[in-house]
């Protein structure tokens, strides 16, 4: 089985313009996020796609190895979908570009989905955090994610899920972290289909499988990490990284 991990590294970004391109204890986050997904010796080969030839080259001149993609597109999964059309690979991983503290064994928990699914029922598989700060519950900025009793996804959304009604019971609330890992076909599949209703109003791609009847295999982890989203994040992640 051929495994290889994407990082999408889009150059704009609306709450953080050239957040990949920031200084993070000496080197660019987007080549801090690339060195992490090497280390973790999981993959056959790591890949930066990119927009931006200021991220190719930085990637390149590492010695590293990085994509130009060939049209423009509005999530990830798309960038990596068209990078890896013509690639005969097994799975993909989508390790997000803003996050550079990416480690091992959230990684490993999530490929072991595959090493196990004999009948190939996962479409894909991704990671979930529980979190219990109020307010990062209410915030539309961190998306949460409510699975049945396999583990398998039910739905994401920026909204609190599920809704409290029930005041005596104690939900379980969980993150969804956007690391994915996709049967190539299943990736694919993402890329030919249309946006419909729910991802376009939510703006979370994880939706369009769901909506189209793909089976996402969650794996819980308690490494929270720091995804860099905005200037405040960066200075968390200079002082996690000291």
């Not at 993909?92 to 803003?98: F, K, R």
């Not at 019971?169 to 289909?193: C, Q």
Request: proline share 5%; glycine share 4%; hydrophobic share 40%.
């Amino acid at each position: 089985m051929k495994i290889i991990a994407m990082i999408p590294a889009r150059y704009a970004a609306s709450r953080f313009p050239a957040k990949l391109m920031q200084d993070l204890s000496g080197k660019p986050v987007i080549l801090r996020t690339y060195e992490a997904a090497v280390r973790t010796e999981l993959f056959d080969e790591v890949y930066v796609v990119t927009d931006s030839p200021v991220i190719y080259d930085t990637i390149t001149q590492a010695g590293g190895k990085a994509l130009m993609s060939k049209k423009e597109h509005d999530c990830g999964s798309d960038r990596i979908a068209e990078a890896v059309e013509d690639m005969k690979v097994d799975i993909i991983v989508n390790v997000q570009g803003d996050e550079p503290f990416t480690d091992r064994e959230s990684l490993k928990g999530v490929l072991q989905v595959f090493e196990t699914d004999s009948e190939k029922e996962i479409d894909l598989a991704s990671l979930m955090v529980r979190i219990d700060d109020e307010e990062e519950i209410k915030n539309p900025n961190t998306v949460k994610v409510i699975v049945d009793h396999r583990n398998f996804a039910l739905y994401f959304s920026r909204s609190p899920i599920p809704y409290p009604r029930n005041t005596d019971l104690k939900a379980a609330y969980f993150k969804h972290k956007g690391i994915y890992a996709f049967r190539k076909s299943a990736l694919m599949d993402f890329y030919r289909l249309p946006m419909l209703e729910l991802e376009a109003t939510e703006k979370i791609e994880a939706i369009r499988y769901l909506e189209y009847g793909k089976k996402i295999k969650m794996v819980e982890t308690s490494v929270t990490g720091i995804e860099i989203d905005t200037p405040d994040d960066l200075e968390k992640a200079q002082k996690a990284w000291k």
